[in-house]
């Protein structure tokens, strides 16, 4: 395996993961009382969105030679740690709502 299939693979599994907490937040926000649902709801909305965005980033990489990958390698990272960054703030936010 090389070492762009180790990252896309390494990417792909952390994006399910997140899928994962995204829907879990899905799920709270169905339960939660009407004034908690706008701000999940908000919230899932601007997760969902970067996530659409480093999902997009990894599909560029799938789609990139093996010699030139390493140029997005900064660009999807970013995306990466921006996301991260969202969900566990949200995760703390949330922890005891619901």
């Known amino acids: 395996m090389s070492m762009k299939q180790a990252y896309e693979k390494k990417l792909q599994s952390k994006l399910d993961e997140l899928k994962a907490e995204i829907d879990k937040f899905k799920a709270k926000a169905d ?5 908690a649902q706008m ?5 899932i909305e601007e997760l969902q969105s970067m996530y659409e965005a480093a ?5 560029e990489l799938k789609n990139t030679s093996d010699d030139a990958w390493e ?3 900064a660009g999807v990272d970013s995306a990466w740690d921006s996301l ?3 969900i ?3 995760t703390s ?4 709502k619901g």
Do not use: I, Q
């Open 31 to 35: 339960s939660a009382e009407a004034d």
């Open 39 to 43: 701000e999940y709801y908000k919230k």
């Open 55 to 59: 999902s997009k980033k990894l599909n």
């Open 71 to 73: 140029d997005l390698k």
């Open 84 to 86: 991260s960054s969202a």
């Open 88 to 90: 566990k703030s949200a």
């Open 93 to 96: 936010r949330f922890s005891g």
